[in-house]
C-alpha cells in the first residue's frame, strides 16, 4: 500500500459538521498513530492532530479525530469558510519504516 | 522563534546537480529528525527521508534511495537536500519538516523547476 486511502473531495455549508475518512492497514494505522496536516491553498501544510485526537495549540476545538482498528476520522464541526483547504492523514508504516501520507482530501465550503 | 527556513525557488535543466536547504531556530536543532516531503503539482504528500542531526543519521524511502541525498550541519543548524542529475520528474515543491511522532514544524517550501 503506498498511500493511505482518502477520499478525495468532500464538502460542506457553513456550520455543518463534515468528516473525512481515512483507511490503512495493520502496518501503519492499525499499529501506530494517526495524524492529520491542514494545507491551505498556496502555503505549506501544519500540523491539525497528532497522536489520533490530540490537538496542537492553537487548534480550534471544532477540529477532531479518532481512529477505530485500521482506519481513521478528521471531524470538522461548526465548518467555516476558511476551512476551505486539503487535509492529509498521516501514520508510520512498518513496512515503509517511516510516515505514510493519505492521498489527500480537498475540502470545499459551500 | 522557533522556525524551518528554506532556501529559495529554483528552474534548473535536466542533468544538473542542485543541493536545497532548510535552516533551523529556536530550538535544539541536534536532538530533532529532520524530514523531507515532496509535493508534485497538484498531487499529495511524499515522504523522502529523514536526516537526525544530532550524529547525522539517514533514514530513506525507497522510493527515493539513491535519487537524493539527505544531509545536516549541525554547526550552522541547516538540514539539506540535494541532487547530482536532476530529471524533469523531479519538478515539484519540496517542503522539510521537523519529525518526532509527526511533522510537528515546517518550511515554507522551496519550488524546484526542471525543464530545458
Known amino acids: 500500500q503506498s498511500v493511505l486511502t482518502q477520499p478525495p473531495s468532500a464538502s460542506g455549508t457553513p456550520g455543518q459538521r463534515v468528516t473525512i475518512s481515512c483507511s490503512g492497514s495493520?502496518?501503519?494505522?492499525?499499529?501506530?498513530?494517526v495524524n492529520w496536516y491542514q494545507q491551505l491553498p498556496g502555503t505549506a501544510p501544519n500540523l491539525l492532530i497528532y497522536g489520533d485526537n490530540q490537538r496542537p495549540s492553537g487548534v480550534p476545538d471544532r477540529f477532531s479525530g479518532s481512529k477505530s482498528g485500521t482506519s481513521a476520522s478528521l471531524a470538522i464541526s461548526g465548518l467555516q469558510s476558511e476551512d476551505e483547504a486539503d487535509y492529509f492523514c498521516a501514520a508510520w508504516d512498518d513496512r515503509l519504516n517511516g510516515p505514510l501520507f493519505g492521498g489527500g482530501t480537498k475540502l470545499t465550503v459551500l | 522563534e522557533v522556525q524551518l527556513v528554506q532556501s529559495g525557488a529554483e528552474v534548473k535543466k535536466p542533468g544538473e546537480s542542485l543541493k536545497i536547504s532548510c535552516q533551523s531556530s529556536g530550538y535544539s536543532f541536534a536532538s530533532y529528525w529532520i524530514g523531507w516531503v515532496r509535493q508534485m503539482p497538484g498531487k499529495g504528500l511524499e515522504w523522502m527521508g529523514n536526516v537526525y542531526p544530532g550524529d547525522s543519521d539517514t533514514r530513506y524511502n525507497p522510493s527515493f534511495q539513491g535519487q537524493v541525498t539527505i544531509s545536516a550541519d549541525r554547526s550552522i543548524t541547516t538540514a539539506y537536500l540535494q541532487w547530482s542529475s536532476l530529471k524533469a520528474s523531479d519538478t515539484a515543491m519540496y517542503y522539510c519538516?521537523?519529525?518526532?511522532?509527526?511533522?510537528?514544524?515546517w518550511g515554507q517550501g522551496t519550488l524546484v523547476t526542471v525543464s530545458s
Open positions: 519538516a521537523r519529525h518526532t511522532t509527526h511533522f510537528d514544524l
Open positions: 495493520s502496518s501503519n494505522i492499525g499499529s501506530h498513530t
